[in-house]
């Protein structure tokens, strides 16, 4: 396991005069030039020189791949804390489940989960969530020419969700409190979802908004007909009692919201500023 040290970056005023043995720079009676200094935070990482991510692919536009690399929304957040570290950022692909519930971070295969996922209390018992960083609700995706509208309309048909996550669990509530009215399939990834609907292997998806809505703009053929305000944040998370990362992360979260840097990343990838949603 690597520490990263703390390191300044001088900008000096005179590095050129001074490897060409000059005397001085400028005039001797001129006042010193301040240097501005950046100290890098005192980590440990696991990797020498990098900061593991682990996420689970593809979950467009959050994390996904395109012309041979890792890019999307949690990735650009996550590269602001790489920076940070003065290191770079590694993408590490693997399931979800052992994501959420702590197993990699505590193997040491990575540093810091980013897998657009929700923050909530079982997960929170097992892996640290940093601040909130994005808002995301649950929506319901089926093809243009279905009469579904909800989930109401979804009794007697056969919803696809992913495993082990929070769209899961809401929709696992409404059938139960409607007497098991659809036919829940399982899934362990986005992809496997909706190709399940464009396969014609069920009739409808539910899974949370922002890649709904990605998937229905690239395929015009199926719309997002639904939405769920289910409350739901998510959050960054580290090793359970990892607070040197999780304090530079926070912090990083923090400048990022007020300097601007988390705005343009948010236009950047879903064309509105936060408080445009």
Known sequence: MQRTRPRAMVVAACTLAVSLGLAACGSTTDAAEPTEERVVPDVDLVSEGRLLTCTHLPYQPFQYEEGGEVVGFDVDIVDLIADELGVEQAIVD???????????????ECDIAAAAMTITGPRG?????????FNAAQALLV?????VRGLDGMHGMRLAIQTGTTGAEFVEQYNAEHGDPIELV????????????????TDGVVSDNGPLHEFAEVYRDTEVVAEFDTGEQYGLAVRKGNTELLDVVNRVLEEAR????????HLKWFGVTPNQW
């Open 94 to 108: 693997m399931p979800f489940e052992g994501i959420q519930n702590g197993e990699a971070l505590d193997a040491g």
């Open 258 to 265: 007020t300097d601007g840097r988390y705005e343009e990343i």
């Open 143 to 147: 093809e243009r020419a279905s009469p």
């Open 125 to 133: 018992e097992v892996i640290d969530f940093a601040y909130p960083y």
């Open 186 to 201: 399982y899934y362990s990834n986005l992809s496997a979802l909706t190709q399940s609907l464009r396969s014609d292997e």
